[in-house]
């Protein structure tokens, strides 16, 4: 072989070692990218997996609180009808114990009072002048509660109003009943 030949091969063998290389070279270089194709992908499901676990939880917590706000809401509704209506019992109690001393009261005054005559004197009959309960403009109104005065007062006018107050005052005298009254007396003078 000559030396031509030989440097011919050695070309050749070169040549074929290069390209050998530069595919081998080409084969990493793919085999990089792809990997690094495939690990972006990974990240961004990772990353978009947690944002919507984020997200949900995040929905969770908002529904979670709202239910807790509603109940507290509630909670507190309860809390002051259950109030309101303790201090109506409490104020009905106080008003028929004293209803009831007050009766006692004008029993043992007109106990202590001397016998009538037979001819009444003047104060004894502007005295029995005073409406009864019929001539009231609530039917049985010695027998209501004050809730129930309260309730029924409504639509009545206010000169029917100062009458039962007027009777109320000289009878029962409860306070909350006498309160209410002069409410709705001053609201219908404001009109």
């Known amino acids: 072989m000559t030396d031509q030949q030989s440097q011919q091969k050695i070309n050749e063998a070169a040549e074929q070692f290069t390209d050998t290389l530069v595919r081998s070279y080409k084969t990493v270089a793919d085999s990089g990218v792809s990997a690094q194709e495939r690990s972006t992908q990974l990240t961004e499901v990772f990353f978009n997996q947690a944002i919507n676990n984020l997200h949900a939880q995040a929905e969770q917590n908002r529904q979670a609180t709202e239910q807790l706000a509603d109940q507290q809401q509630r909670q507190a509704e309860a809390a002051q009808t259950l109030t309101r209506e303790s201090v109506e019992a409490y104020m009905d109690f106080m008003d028929s114990m004293f209803s009831w001393w007050q009766g006692g009261v004008q029993t043992a005054e007109r106990a202590a009072k001397p016998a009538p005559s037979s001819f009444p004197s003047t104060a004894e009959s502007t005295a029995t002048s005073q409406p009864s309960d019929a001539k009231l ?39 909350s009943v006498l309160e209410r009254m002069d409410a709705r007396i001053y609201a219908a003078s404001e009109a």
Do not use: F, H, T
């Open 137 to 175: 403009p609530l039917e049985n109104y010695n027998s209501l509660s004050a809730n129930e005065v309260a309730d029924r007062i409504e639509p009545l006018s206010p000169e029917e109003i100062k009458r039962l107050r007027d009777y109320e005052a000289k009878n029962k005298n409860r306070r």
